[in-house]
């Protein structure tokens, strides 16, 4: 049973356009989301998060978006550069402490960004 | 300087081994985690610990020991290895508990191979 759900395995974008990441969730509970870059033989590293009291939160080339009501969330890369080329994981976790606050990942986009 | 750090990156053994991965971080953090990326490139949570105390325990089964002698380290002890635990494990830690809205910083993964 996946909670949090990256329906796109992969996505391929020209330099300097828009990439948009999209990532589903099922758990009402989540209330904090992020997103994690992952290069091939590395760990992920951390991208941008938001909390479920805000839609937007924006990080110089990247901006994530949460509609609650959708149970959605999304990553824009812009503009778009061929170092962004990677897998890109969706997180969500609900409340403090214990089990409730484990990091729940989706399975991963992987984006491709052509020169 | 490498902020969270595990050794040995590949690790091929047989099965019915016993085997250890070891993870240091230098950020100060109070929690450190342990998560299993399988096959199929999810990646889940299997223990977590705060200020060397385990907190979180996903169920795993317990030939998997972890040991926390400070809480810049967590060492990962996994006794008689089975084809089923092939994967990449990554190490984590984070400033807070989980759940309190701090992200999670990944060290770069140890490739468990089981023959």
């Known amino acids: 049973d996946q909670q949090v759900k990256q329906n796109s395995p992969s996505l391929s974008v020209q330099e300097g356009r828009i990439s948009i990441l999209n990532c589903d969730y099922t758990n009402s509970m989540f209330d904090y989301f992020l997103w994690y870059k992952k290069y091939p033989a590395e760990g992920p590293t951390f991208l941008i998060s938001i909390s479920s009291i805000k839609d937007k939160n924006e990080d110089g080339r990247f901006t994530v978006f949460l509609n609650k009501s959708a149970k959605h969330l999304s990553l824009h890369i812009v503009p778009s550069q061929p170092g962004d080329s990677a897998v890109y994981f969706c997180?969500?976790?609900?409340?403090?402490?214990?089990?409730?606050?484990?990091?729940?990942f989706g399975k991963g986009t992987k984006l491709s960004v052509k020169p | 300087d490498t902020a969270v750090s595990q050794t040995p990156k590949y690790l091929v053994t047989q099965m019915g081994n016993d085997k250890s991965i070891k993870c240091e971080q230098n950020l100060g953090h109070d929690t450190m985690y342990w998560y299993k990326q399988d096959s199929k490139k999810f990646l889940k949570i299997m223990f977590s610990y705060n200020n060397k105390e385990l907190i979180i325990n996903e169920t795993v089964p317990n030939r998997f020991s972890p040991k926390s002698p400070d809480k810049a380290h967590l060492n990962l002890h996994i006794n008689s290895l089975e084809l089923g635990d092939s994967a990449v494990y990554f190490c984590a830690s984070s400033q807070g508990l989980p759940g309190q809205y701090y992200e999670q910083y990944f060290g770069p993964g140890t490739r468990l191979t089981v023959t």
């Open positions: 997180a969500a976790s609900e409340g403090y402490g214990g089990s409730q606050g484990n990091l729940i």
